[in-house]
């Protein structure tokens, strides 16, 4: 096994359950609760913006209520303090990795404190609601929508993530149910190139026969435990 020097995380939801943030597949998780078509994608957005809005208000409301965990925390740790490359590839839409410490984050699927104007493209912090659309601190146009990468849309930082994959000697899955592509295939990806690849979960994900290694538990405990495994060398 070669020597772990560069290391790539992909993180979900399973991160973030022990702080509170409902998961989107498990038993009684957002999916079940609301209908993906409706609040994901580009077309219910248009055809019900009124709805998709006050769903993304909510959310956005309810994560500046959470607090990081001890696995987020953990990470920010590993962050701090690893000498060689690190990255935390998210597929959350919380803040609760910066907020626990992280600063080698890339948000792929979006972030829900921020607000995208659709008119002039420009990015904006927002923690407050869409609903009664707001204008554009930029251009004015009321054209604000949750910055969040729905169903059809193009992950961000995809070059990035794969020229971080393509030096990584270790490539580590942390909660998340391995459903969603591009996400799902980092693993694969991650293999080929050569990195030993681990997986962190409560249950194995779909693509759980993939990982070299996989241990299965909670995040708050698996995580730091992994954590101080590495940093101990
Ligand atoms: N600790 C570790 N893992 C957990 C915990 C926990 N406390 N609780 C749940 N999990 C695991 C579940 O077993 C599941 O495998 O986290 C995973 C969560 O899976 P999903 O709900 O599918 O979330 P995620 O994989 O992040 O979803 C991917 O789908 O709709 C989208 O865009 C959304 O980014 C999201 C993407």
């Known amino acids: 096994m070669r020597e772990i020097r560069n290391i790539v ?9 022990e702080s509170g943030i409902d998961t989107f597949r498990s038993a009684g998780g957002l999916w079940e609760q609301h209908r993906v078509e409706d609040v994901a994608t580009p077309e219910g957005f248009a055809r019900d913006p009124d709805l998709v809005l006050r769903f993304y208000d909510m959310r956005r409301a309810a994560i500046q209520t959470k607090a990081p965990n001890a696995a987020h925390l953990a990470l920010a740790e590993l962050d701090a303090n690893w000498p060689g490359e690190l990255l935390i590839v998210t597929q959350n839409v ?29 990015r ?67 293999r080929e190139l050569g990195a030993q690849t681990l997986e962190l979960n409560l ?11 996989s241990r299965l538990g909670p995040a708050s405990a698996v995580v730091p435990q992994w954590v101080a495994e590495v940093l101990a060398g």
């Open 9 to 17: 995380i992909l993180t979900g939801a399973g991160i973030s359950a």
């Open 94 to 122: 919380d803040d609760l990795h910066e907020r626990g410490g992280a600063r080698r984050v890339l948000h792929m699927h979006g972030e829900h404190l921020n607000a995208w104007c659709t008119c002039c493209d420009a």
């Open 124 to 190: 904006h912090r927002w923690t407050g609601p869409l609903i009664d659309r707001p204008p554009c601190p930029k251009c004015e146009a009321r054209a604000l929508r949750p910055d969040v990468v729905w169903f059809g849309e193009m992950p961000y930082h995809m070059d990035r993530i794969y020229r971080a994959l393509r030096g990584a000697d270790l490539f580590v899955s942390i909660g998340t149910s391995g459903a969603v592509y591009p996400a799902a295939g980092l693993v694969q990806n991650a």
């Open 203 to 213: 249950e194995p994900s779909q693509g759980s026969r993939l990982f070299h290694e």
